[in-house]
């Protein structure tokens, strides 16, 4: 016996197609729909809806944006001499979290990975090189290139990848520390990541 | 600055109101919806309405299902003098799939639980009563009442509020045995499993 109607089943496969969600989260998930009141339902689906036909890539940052380009771009108070490059739009937030960082943005929408079959040609990087030059950024020549992709095996050869192809350009690249996370403890820290932070010691 | 365009944070506020979906989880899917195929977010999008127009409460034992009463309910093959009592509607799938169940179900909804305010009229409890008479069940009589509550503190209060209403129409209730987990070691279960396990104990 089938035990979840048609439309409860084809939910359930529905959410079982986002990432993360195993199959029992969906169930959980679908009978949580199930239990809401129709508005709610539509707020859902108008939100669902909203993101694809008003959210394009920026042409300048790739940055997911409702005006094009995004507002990091057409900013007048961001340092446009600063490009910082980030594989995902949330990257992107964590960095503006600091509230340090003032310089604009380039998103690749991805790292390289051969094993999930993400080659150079998948990255969003061609249109990272024109923006260098000042006759294509508001009259400012990019002077630094920071590379904030994760600090994972992808991340690492994507960042390496970027510096491969801008050094020649005569643009300085640099990449984010790696070390102990702030408030973490000796006990418990990877061995890598310690490795990292033993590397990288500098005077106090 | 805003972080995010206006629709894509609606969007992340729209996941995040899902049950176990947090803030990060949230942004995830967010990024993940905005890369979909249009298509796959129209069939997202319908999966999400017909549910809720087609999926209706069984009168009877208060599945969800696309017919009233449910494939179960209205099962010429099914046991009738059997009732097993659910907490959740996916919880009425973990006792089909030991194919060894051939009863009825009703489900109940929730649990009772003081601290979220669940109480006994929260619970979808009052339907069960008048099925237990052979008059309003196709002329079978209801022999026993199996409780499958989950076995948590909110699960065994309404174990034993149900057995409470339902003895003393002369109707036996059962609980489902509580004990070591199949396939799992002694070296791992927690103390009152394993107090269950030797209290539950049967001669060999």
Redesign the interface.
Known sequence: ????????S??I??FK????IGH??A??????????P?E??E???S??????Q??VFCTVCNN????DP???CS?PTRDRSLVCVVE???N??AV?KTRSYKGLYHIL?GSLSPIRGVGPDELMLANLFPRLSAENNDGVEVTEVIVATNPTTEGEATANYVARLIKPLGVKVTRIAMGMPVGSDLEFVDEVTMDKALANRHEI
Chains 1, 2 share one sequence.
């Not at 016996?1 to 409860?8: F, T």
């Not at 997911?64 to 005006?67: A, K, S, Y």
């Open positions: 016996m089938l035990e979840y109607s048609e439309p409860v084809r939910l496969d529905e197609r986002l990432p993360g029992k989260s169930q959980r998930l679908a009978f949580h729909v199930l239990r809401l129709e709610r339902v707020d859902f689906v939100a669902l809806r909203e993101v694809k008003k959210i997911l944006t409702d005006i995004c507002t990091f900013s995902e739009p949330y992107l937030v503006e929408h």
